[in-house]
């Protein structure tokens, strides 16, 4: 009894962690075409490509990802200077 309890946690945690990084891959995949200012077919055509297997594929660690999506944000926001550290500060780190 035991064993199926844990067998449920541990794939309920992995579920967990497993939306929660498509969640990141959507939020990034979302930043870089607002960033590029992409729209109608040209940005389903990217969002399809980043989201799929080929754009997860790309090697980069959770802090990598995170760092990419606030970049793309402070791009998109036009942030500069001591505006855009404050910014990069607060987007690193939140959770």
Known sequence: MNKLVIA??????CF???AGT????????NADAKAKALAGDERKAF?????SAEGASSGLTAQQEKM????ADAKTKA???DER??????CLSAS
Not at 8 to 13: A, G
Not at 68 to 71: G, L, Q, S, V
Not at 85 to 90: D, G, H, R, V, Y
């Open 47 to 51: 969002m399809k490509q980043c989201l």
């Open 16 to 18: 967990s962690v497993q």
């Open 22 to 29: 498509q969640q990141e891959k959507m939020k990034t995949c």
């Open 68 to 71: 990419k999506t606030c970049n």
């Open 79 to 81: 942030l500069k200077g």
């Open 85 to 90: 550290k404050a910014f990069m500060k607060s």
């Open 8 to 13: 449920m946690l541990l794939s309920c945690v």
